[in-house]
């Protein structure tokens, strides 16, 4: 794929704009990074939790004396040599005055073992048996609960000692991954922002490109090059800017070359008629002539000479009127535009338009506000009759009353006057060959008729083209340009 310099330089831009910021903000998240370890990984917390740690079998050791002591002092006392009844109320008594005991029994010789479960403890204890000799030798057990929770703790926080411990010595690679992770998110994010500006700049000179090869293709004579509007941006603006700019130039072109055209043909119609009228005066005469002066008494040749007569006149006048047809043709005035309201004038023409054949329907449709253009009275009302006279004559051979509707409307910054008939309609190979001069189908035709229009329209500035509606019959566009204001 071909890549302009724009785009080139636009993709460069947008990657140092966006990997610019990236060694401050990893430089950045390694100080921050190394402050939040020092925060999280303090070698005081880890010190005081392994002190923490430490407590705990202290206690259980002094708890342990304690519990030892506990039994040698109650072991001491001579009630737990009694006979059984008062020995169970002393160990009753024993429980009351020890909270931490959860059973204490008693046995010995000649006696059976008198023991006591002390009730009301909690459960869930750990338990500690010790065995005593009371004064009289008897064997004293006693047990001591210890709560399961505090080994629980115990356990709970020589894990986190651990735990903490371990992320100590792993201190390098969590700053490690600390680094990683800002890299990724913002290279990621740099290559991501430099992905879509490449696409965008892609776009965007896409379309530059479109418009440099149509400017080319333009400069080397092909007004037909043409560029493809999408998007509703300065881009798509100047693409629709160029593609009717090209229009314009080739609509000037045309134009340009038809009225260069028409002005030959004018010049042709000019002479011919110069040469034609001045031989037809003297062929008239002199067989007007030939006619008065024969006296002659034979029949046959007189009602040659009659006939012979009556066919010269004929045919002069038809020249004659066909001279006349040339120098009205070459003699076109240039137009003299003045700005007025479109829609009124056509209305105002169809009010005036009383000699169409009886049975014609002439529809109008209006536009609703003025639309001023500049353009000549009577020339245009020429165009108009001709169009219009066209249209009625096209629909004699339908059997079938004329009908012809007017439309004017702006369109595309211009103003339209459309003359629609429900004739036949033009056979589409005779379209391009309509408005060249003499060209007509017609037998007394001279195929003046729309070169005329044409030439009409093209000093005006407009545009007029013929069509077939798609329902049957012909279609012709006048498109004249709107006065400023
Ligand atoms: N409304 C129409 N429907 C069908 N064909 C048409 C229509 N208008 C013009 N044409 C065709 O275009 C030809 C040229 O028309 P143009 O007005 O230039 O000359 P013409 O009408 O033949 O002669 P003239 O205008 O001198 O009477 C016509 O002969 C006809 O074949
Ligand atoms: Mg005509």
Same mark, same amino acid.
């Given at each position: 794929?071909?890549?302009?310099?724009?785009?080139?330089?636009?993709?460069?831009?947008?990657?140092?704009?966006?990997?610019?910021?990236?060694?401050?903000?990893?430089?950045?998240?390694?100080?921050?990074?190394?402050?939040?370890?020092?925060?999280?990984?303090?070698?005081?917390?880890?010190? /005081? $939790?392994?002190? +923490?740690?430490?407590?705990?079998?202290?206690?259980? %050791?002094?708890? *342990? !004396?304690?519990?030892? @002591?506990?039994?040698?002092?109650?072991?001491?006392?001579?009630?737990?040599?009694?006979?059984?009844?008062?020995?169970?109320?002393?160990?009753?008594?024993?429980?009351?005055?020890?909270?931490?005991?959860?059973?204490?029994?008693?046995?010995?010789?000649?006696?059976?073992?008198?023991?006591?479960?002390?009730?009301?403890?909690?459960?869930?204890?750990?338990?500690?048996?010790?065995?005593?000799?009371?004064?009289?030798?008897?064997?004293?057990?006693?047990?001591?609960?210890?709560?399961?929770?505090?080994?629980?703790?115990?356990?709970?926080?020589?894990?986190?000692?651990?735990?903490?411990?371990?992320?100590?010595?792993?201190?390098?690679?969590?700053?490690?991954?600390?680094?990683?992770?800002?890299?990724?998110?913002?290279?990621?994010? /740099? $290559?991501?922002? +430099?992905?879509?500006?490449?696409?965008?700049?892609? %776009?965007?000179? *896409? !379309?530059?490109?479109? @418009?440099?090869?149509?400017?080319?293709?333009?400069?080397?004579?092909?007004?037909?090059?043409?560029?493809?509007?999408?998007?509703?941006?300065?881009?798509?603006?100047?693409?629709?800017?160029?593609?009717?700019?090209?229009?314009?130039?080739?609509?000037?072109?045309?134009?340009?070359?038809?009225?260069?055209?028409?002005?030959?043909?004018?010049?042709?119609?000019?002479?011919?008629?110069?040469?034609?009228?001045?031989?037809?005066?003297?062929?008239?005469?002199?067989?007007?002539?030939?006619?008065?002066?024969?006296?002659?008494?034979?029949?046959?040749?007189?009602?040659?000479?009659?006939?012979?007569?009556?066919?010269?006149?004929?045919?002069?006048?038809?020249?004659?009127?066909?001279?006349?047809?040339?120098?009205?043709?070459?003699?076109?005035?240039?137009?003299?535009?003045?700005?007025?309201?479109?829609?009124?004038?056509?209305?105002?023409?169809?009010?005036?338009?009383?000699?169409?054949?009886?049975?014609?329907?002439?529809?109008?449709?209006?536009?609703?506000?003025?639309?001023?253009?500049?353009?000549?009275?009577?020339?245009?009302?020429?165009?108009?009759?001709?169009?219009?006279?066209?249209?009625?004559?096209?629909?004699?051979?339908?059997?079938?009353?004329?009908?012809?509707?007017?439309?004017?409307?702006?369109?595309?910054?211009?103003?339209?006057?459309?003359?629609?008939?429900?004739?036949?309609?033009?056979?589409?190979?005779?379209?391009?060959?309509?408005?060249?001069?003499?060209?007509?189908?017609?037998?007394?035709?001279?195929?003046?008729?729309?070169?005329?229009?044409?030439?009409?329209?093209?000093?005006?500035?407009?545009?007029?083209?013929?069509?077939?509606?798609?329902?049957?019959?012909?279609?012709?566009?006048?498109?004249?340009?709107?006065?400023?204001?």
């Amino acid at each position: 794929m071909k890549h302009g310099r724009f785009e080139r330089r636009l993709v460069l831009a947008l990657l140092v704009a966006a990997l610019a910021p990236i060694p401050v903000a990893l430089w950045l998240a390694n100080l921050l990074a190394d402050d939040s370890v020092a925060l999280g990984l303090n070698p005081r917390i880890e010190q /005081a $939790l392994g002190q +923490a740690v430490a407590v705990y079998p202290q206690l259980f %050791r002094a708890k *342990r !004396r304690e519990h030892g @002591l506990r039994a040698d002092l109650l072991a001491r006392d001579p009630a737990l040599d009694a006979p059984p009844a008062e020995t169970r109320a002393h160990l009753e008594a024993l429980c009351n005055a020890s909270p931490e005991l959860l059973r204490v029994a008693v046995s010995g010789e000649g006696l059976t073992t008198v023991a006591r479960r002390c009730t009301g403890r909690a459960q869930g204890q750990r338990e500690l048996a010790l065995t005593r000799r009371s004064p009289g030798g008897r064997s004293v057990s006693f047990v001591f609960g210890m709560p399961e929770a505090t080994f629980e703790a115990f356990r709970e926080a020589e894990a986190l000692s651990k735990v903490y411990r371990q992320l100590g010595q792993r201190r390098d690679e969590v700053k490690r991954a600390y680094f990683l992770a800002f890299l990724a998110l913002l290279g990621g994010w /740099a $290559l991501l922002a +430099a992905g879509g500006g490449l696409w965008l700049a892609r %776009r965007t000179t *896409r !379309r530059i490109l479109a @418009l440099v090869e149509a400017t080319r293709r333009v400069s080397s004579g092909d007004l037909d090059a043409r560029v493809e509007v999408s998007g509703q941006d300065e881009i798509a603006d100047l693409a629709a800017a160029f593609n009717r700019m090209v229009e314009e130039i080739r609509e000037r072109g045309e134009r340009i070359v038809y009225l260069e055209k028409i002005s030959s043909w004018q010049e042709i119609a000019r002479r011919l008629a110069h040469e034609i009228k001045n031989p037809l005066t003297p062929i008239q005469l002199s067989v007007q002539q030939l006619e008065s002066r024969y006296d002659g008494t034979d029949p046959k040749f007189r009602a040659l000479l009659d006939q012979v007569v009556e066919i010269v006149r004929e045919e002069v006048e038809t020249l004659r009127r066909l001279v006349s047809e040339f120098s009205e043709f070459a003699r076109l005035p240039n137009v003299d535009p003045e700005p007025q309201d479109l829609g009124r004038w056509v209305e105002e023409f169809v009010r005036q338009k009383t000699n169409l054949p009886e049975g014609t329907a002439l529809e109008v449709e209006l536009p609703e506000r003025p639309l001023v253009v500049p353009f000549d009275r009577t020339l245009l009302r020429r165009v108009l009759v001709n169009l219009i006279e066209n249209a009625v004559q096209a629909s004699e051979g339908t059997g079938r009353h004329p009908r012809i509707r007017l439309a004017v409307r702006q369109e595309n910054g211009r103003a339209l006057l459309k003359v629609e008939d429900w004739g036949p309609g033009i056979p589409t190979e005779r379209l391009s060959r309509i408005f060249d001069p003499y060209f007509t189908t017609k037998e007394t035709g001279t195929g003046l008729g729309l070169a005329i229009c044409k030439k009409i329209v093209l000093q005006h500035g407009g545009e007029l083209s013929a069509s077939n509606r798609s329902e049957g019959g012909a279609c012709f566009e006048i498109r004249l340009p709107l006065a400023l204001e």
